[in-house]
């Protein structure tokens, strides 16, 4: 009896002296951070090509992209989680936009990317495109830390960089410029820009409608963008209406001070500065389009044919955009809001890699081949049924006629 009593004793005292040790200090404290385990970062990668497949970068450009955004992406850490570093923040959005595609086949992991590699293989979304989800597995984080990741860091790259690589020509010598170089590259006088217009499919989660966005673009010669919008679509319908887009607008209001109509090259006859564009397009005298139906061999088809070869560059540039960012090959599962911020971000690093003759983004300056991997869920609008005809947009395209007829003799 005594034993069992002394045991008994004993097993209480050590349990009072534990309870006492733990309310008479302060219990240390581990700071967790926003991850379930250690990082994957991706920018550890050895391979050279392995980076350039997912941020569609150069290292160097990457580093140069997190200098300017570091800033903006950095969070304070707190007593409870470290902060997930601008580095991380930045290389999982632009893994979220450039490998949206589902890929059709499996494919193989260099070996000296090691454990981190191993890493990835246990996670075969990796492997077959990104999503959210997939990223929020990837990178060890919560879905709507992730979602939140990306409007951020899209909200980033559009505001510090856009005001240098997406901010229209704001004077007359400015816009002169761009359309030297449509007059050296392809033989169209006085054009400003070209335009295109496209349908852009998204899915929010959590919503069974199937919703759109509409895209209007300039892109100037060199097929980078002057100037995007982008706003929700009520209704199914692929009509599109010029005049209730931004672009429209500011026309309309004369506000993007464009040049005073001027003699065409080699000619006495003063034509105004347009814009060129496809049939979705009104015909405006600062908007110019193609001769409806065919005329091969006469005079409004050699004027369709060197108004084609302007009007490409816009076609190149959203080829281009596509190709890269592959988040547009799949309706995208983000409201119009969040649609509109990953449209702009796209269009800033499309202007900043071109500005920057990135070997990964556009090998050896080509901007040509790009249309033939399609549009991706980028859809064509057609043009809103309007009365009225063209006017001094006729007068226009006939005087840009006569300018673009062969000299006599050639065909």
């Not at 990668?45 to 450009?61: G, I, P, Y």
């Not at 995208?332 to 900043?352: G, S, Y």
């Not at 007829?405 to 050639?410: A, I, K, T």
């Amino acid at each position: 009896m005594d034993t069992r009593r002394r045991k008994l004793l004993r097993l209480v005292a050590c349990a009072a002296a534990l309870l006492l040790e733990n309310t008479s200090g302060k219990r240390k404290r581990h700071r967790r951070v926003w991850r379930k385990n250690r990082p994957l970062d991706l920018t550890a990668f050895d391979s050279r090509n392995n980076f350039l497949r997912f941020v569609k970068m150069t290292s160097e450009d990457f580093d140069l992209l997190l200098e300017r955004l570091g800033p903006r992406l950095a969070r304070q850490d707190t007593q409870f989680r470290k902060a997930i570093p601008p580095r991380d923040r930045l290389s999982l959005t632009l893994r979220f936009l450039a490998t949206g595609k589902r890929t059709r086949r499996r494919e193989r992991m260099p070996q000296e990317a090691g454990n981190v590699t191993a890493g990835f293989l246990g996670c075969s979304c990796f492997l077959t495109g990104e999503s959210l989800q997939s990223l929020s597995c990837a990178y060890r984080l919560g879905n709507s830390t992730t979602s939140n990741i990306v409007k951020e860091t899209c909200t980033a790259i559009h505001q510090l960089l856009g005001g240098e690589f997406l901010q229209r020509p704001d004077s007359a010598a400015a816009w002169r410029r761009v359309a030297d170089g449509f007059l050296q590259k392809c033989g169209f006088p006085h054009c400003v820009g070209a335009v295109d217009a496209k349908r852009i499919s998204l899915h929010p989660q959590g919503s069974d409608d199937k919703r759109s966005v509409l895209l209007t673009a300039a892109v100037d010669a060199h097929c980078r963008f002057l100037s995007v919008s982008v706003t929700p679509q009520t209704g199914d319908s692929d009509a599109f209406a010029f005049e209730e887009s931004d672009l429209g607008r500011a026309l309309d209001r004369g506000s993007l001070r464009l040049p005073a109509p001027e003699p065409l090259p080699a000619s006495d006859r003063a034509s105004p500065y347009v814009f060129v564009g496809d049939g979705a397009f009104p015909l405006r005298s600062d908007l110019m389009v193609p001769f409806p139906g065919e005329d091969a061999g006469g005079r409004r088809a050699a004027f369709n044919r060197r108004l084609s070869g302007a009007r490409r560059a816009a076609e190149n540039a959203l080829g281009i955009l596509t190709s890269r960012w592959r988040v547009f090959h799949t309706s995208i599962p983000l409201q119009a809001e969040k649609v509109e911020r990953v449209v702009l971000a796209t269009a800033c690093l499309h202007n900043f890699l071109c500005g920057r003759r990135s070997e990964a983004y556009l090998p050896d300056g080509e901007t040509d081949s790009w249309r033939s991997d399609g549009l991706g869920i980028m859809k064509s609008v057609r043009r809103e049924p309007a009365g009225g005809g063209g006017g001094e947009g006729e007068d226009v395209r006939n005087a840009m006629t006569d300018y673009c007829q062969p000299p006599s003799g050639l065909t």
